[in-house]
């Protein structure tokens, strides 16, 4: 074990102080997109799905390999797409007159 | 260079990106490309991973892989594409859960895979982890979502000797860990598994509704943590660094969300928040104050001679879809040489933020959207605020009333102004089920009915006089 789990530890710890150093910073109105984006991040998982159903050598491994991979890709897509509608929204004011943009009510 | 080297040189750079990412969602300027950064560095770590080499040979069941996504993809894009901007948060809730879901197969699959060669007790003890934190998750956010999309009720759910139930659930799971670490016995994971799931769905059954944001955020960072202890198990730095990223920072986040409540995360968490509060709200209504209602067009009249205008939305705002109107009212407003600005309580709508995300769909100039503090500045000054569908982040029983389960929380003072205007369906109590005191306030005006009709009404009158 030694080296290598050390190796993680140090790895663990580092992004920790990373993490909350760089969140500390984000306006409250930013919160909602920045929940939804962390989200996506944690998608990840994807790659660690592909790699246990890569290496899958039963049927058991190969249906729970199967449905991560499943989940893990709602995750990523679905948290990408989602926090890039939000943020296109945060549009600074628009420079054209406000009659031009759609008065059509939904 | 080795194909592994390469391979691991692409992963460093798609950690890099999820740093920036999130260094980029710190501004409204940079956060949309930010969010796309991540994407990209998303795609090459998968891109990168279907050249992998696991125990030695080229990953099998290729097929089945992109066979999982392709569903994935189909299913993921058009729920996060079209579902309405008042939905986001279960939508968040889901695709979080989901995540955990997957974290926790990841780390189950790699047990069963690993388990002939008996593993190391430490790995044994990432993968149990990882399994109860993301099993945890993914139970959790489906109650989350449940409440929010109205499936069950988004009262808090209570019952005789909870607290003590859960613990001992928890305590259970904890007893089967070590059992498990000594034994590394696989039917003992699959019960462990079944407790996880049912030590999520009790720890967010007695959160109401109103708390429930601050929940999933909570839960989005123990996905993350999930995935940190699966990149354990696996050996992935990719996975460890992305994963403690989100789990530390939304632990941060979480805390500032309790914090915009005026409230401790364990006080959100375990005290059954907004479940006693029928009694009081009763005994309120029983002693005879009288409310002071008005039609939408005398609404209107003291709207077009007024010199300031603040408007409170509020989460109403949004199921009655009125956002457009609300901002056709403002540039009404506005053209009559009318002050008007949006006033946000910093939890507003369902989740901090939201409230920003919904009026800007409606097109409403974010140099509009003014915070609380400074919100509550301008109303000191203003002839008339405009309440629509908010209660709770208004009700002055949250800075004057010790016995009332929101006092502490910072809400915006519109009792301040002149006048307030207050646009309601009925005199039911809001979100967090607590009887408003603003609403007996001789200053206030009630409006009752839909808020979109009253608001559509309203902006006639203004239009004609």
Redesign the interface.
Known sequence: ?GN??LQ?AT??ML??????E?????????????????????????????????????N???V???????????????????????????????KVA?KD??EV?? | MSRETLIDLLYLFSATTFVLALKGLGSPKRARYGNMLAAFGMLVAIVATFFKYVDGHALHHVGLILLAMLIGVIVAVPVARFVKMTAMPQLVAIFNGVGGGAASLVSITEFVHIKSTHPATYVTLEVLLGVLIGTVSFSGSAIAFAKLQELMTGRPVTYPGQQFINALVGAAALVLIVIILVQGSTVLLWILLLLAFVLGIAFVLPIGGADVPVLISLLNSFTGLAVAASGFTLGSNLLIVAGTLVGASGILLTRLMSKAMGRSLSNVLFSAFGSVITASGDAAREDGRTVKSGSPEDAGVMLSYASSVVIIPGYGLAVAQAQHVVRELAEELEKKGITVAFAIHPVAGRMPGHMNVLLAEANVPYEQLIEMDEANTDLATADVALVVGANDTVNPAASNDKSSPIYGMPIIHADLAENVLFLKRSMRPGFAGIENELLYNPKTTLIFGDAKDTLTKILATVKTS
């Not at chain 1, 992004?15 to 909350?20: A, D, M, R, T, Y």
């Not at chain 1, 929940?35 to 790699?51: F, P, T």
């Not at chain 1, 890709?73 to 926090?83: H, I, R």
């Open positions: 074990m290598t789990l993680y790895v663990l992004s920790i102080f990373v993490g909350i760089i969140i500390s910073k984000v306006p409250s109105i930013l919160h909602t997109p920045l929940m939804s984006g962390s989200n996506a991040i944690h998608g990840v998982i994807l790659v660690g799905s592909m790699l246990v159903l890569g290496a899958a050598n039963t058991l491994e190969e729970l390999g199967f449905l991560a991979v499943l989940l893990a890709t709602l995750n990523v897509v679905g948290g990408f797409v989602v926090t890039d509608r939000m943020l296109e929204m945060f549009k600074p004011k628009a406000p943009t759609d009510a939904p």
